[in-house]
């Protein structure tokens, strides 16, 4: 039987499309304008705009999220753009009497979540098999087909092909580092197998940043493996269209695609029309994320309405905000939470 994983982190999709504000590294606040009437309802949501998102941080790399640093800023960027095989269940889930660690997840790139229960962990002896059944007709936002390629390229990126001599600075190859290999039968089937019986294995390959693109890595690692340096040649359609990095450069499955990164300005993502989601989202048409010198600049345009979100306000800051009449505190966990496929 697979040892439980000891802390689960729920976290919570926000549906609004009003303004918000963010803190925190692990515990974040949304500030969210009222409005009358039902946000929440599919009647009262008029498909277009866009929301403008300061960040008081601009980073450096968009690999900040979790792949070779963990910055919540970062994380806010991607989220919208990249996609995992699965990712945490919002808070406003139901989930059953007792729940198991499985219970906490819901698939994303992957069909089903992968369990004892249903077949998709196996055990034998110290080593453990798990199959990851992908989703079908998903494709990256420069159109190429998402399939089992991906899942082995990113198991490869993270442990396999470099090992501990990866020339990438990862933040950490925990976990990664008991996978023995990956086996793609067809191109909607990826079984991994570990060394070890390992109880976190949903937790590889998941959430922003979970799956990278194989075709961009090929490029990658025909030249010297680093995808902090070595650029790849990237062609969204309605998106970004050149050659850079993938630490300036980001081409993901999610509903929001990559378009342009001005240093010292701006970063902007535009809406997906081909998104797997579908049912009409993403809503918004973009989301463009302002780069500003500090906290109180954020804070400041937060009063005068110039932004729509703010990003990673500390605690002290917030008793200004309270006093407006129109702001409402809600809290929340991680920088998952800023998906933004519902608005």
Not at 310 to 322: A, F, I, M, N, T
């Amino acid at each position: 039987m697979l040892p439980d994983i000891s802390a689960i982190t729920r976290h919570r999709r926000p549906r609004w499309r009003l303004r918000l504000s963010v803190f925190g590294a692990s515990a974040l606040v949304l500030l969210v304008a009222c409005a009358p009437g039902n946000s929440n309802s599919p009647t009262s949501i008029k498909p277009g705009g866009k929301v403008t998102v300061a960040s008081w941080q601009e980073q450096d790399s968009l690999l900040s999220c979790n792949i070779t640093a963990a910055s919540t800023h970062a994380c806010a960027y991607i989220n919208p753009a990249m996609e995992g095989l699965l990712t945490v269940k919002a808070n406003q889930d139901p989930l059953p009497n007792n729940p198991k660690v499985s219970d906490y997840w819901v698939p994303e790139l992957a069909v089903e979540v992968p369990t004892l229960e249903n077949g998709g962990v196996k055990t034998s002896g110290d080593k453990m098999d798990v199959t990851w059944k992908l989703r079908h007709g998903v494709k990256w936002h420069d159109g190429v087909p998402f399939t089992s390629k991906d899942v082995k390229a990113t198991f490869e990126f993270w442990w396999l092909k470099y090992r501990d001599k990866n020339p990438t600075p990862l933040v950490s190859t925990s976990g990664w580092d008991q996978v023995e290999s990956v086996e793609t039968p067809d191109d909607y089937t990826a079984i991994v197998h570990f060394h070890i019986v390992y109880a976190a294995y949903l937790t590889l390959g998941t959430g922003p940043y979970g799956i990278l693109p194989d075709h961009l890595l090929q490029q990658v690692w025909a030249k010297t493996g680093n995808i902090t340096t070595d650029k790849v040649t990237v062609n969204i359609p309605g998106g970004y269209n050149g050659s850079d990095t993938l630490d300036k450069v980001m081409v993901g499955t999610g509903p929001f695609m990559f378009k342009e990164w001005v240093t010292g300005d701006h970063l902007t993502l535009t809406r997906n029309p081909h998104w797997w989601g579908g049912g009409g989202r993403p809503y918004l048409n973009e989301i463009r994320v302002k780069f500003d010198t500090d906290a109180n600049q954020e804070l400041n345009e937060l009063r005068t309405n110039a932004i729509d979100m703010g990003l990673d306000l500390r605690p002290s800051l917030l008793p200004p905000l309270s006093r407006l009449s129109d702001v409402t505190t809600v809290t929340i966990l991680s920088i998952w939470s800023t998906r933004s496929s519902r608005m």
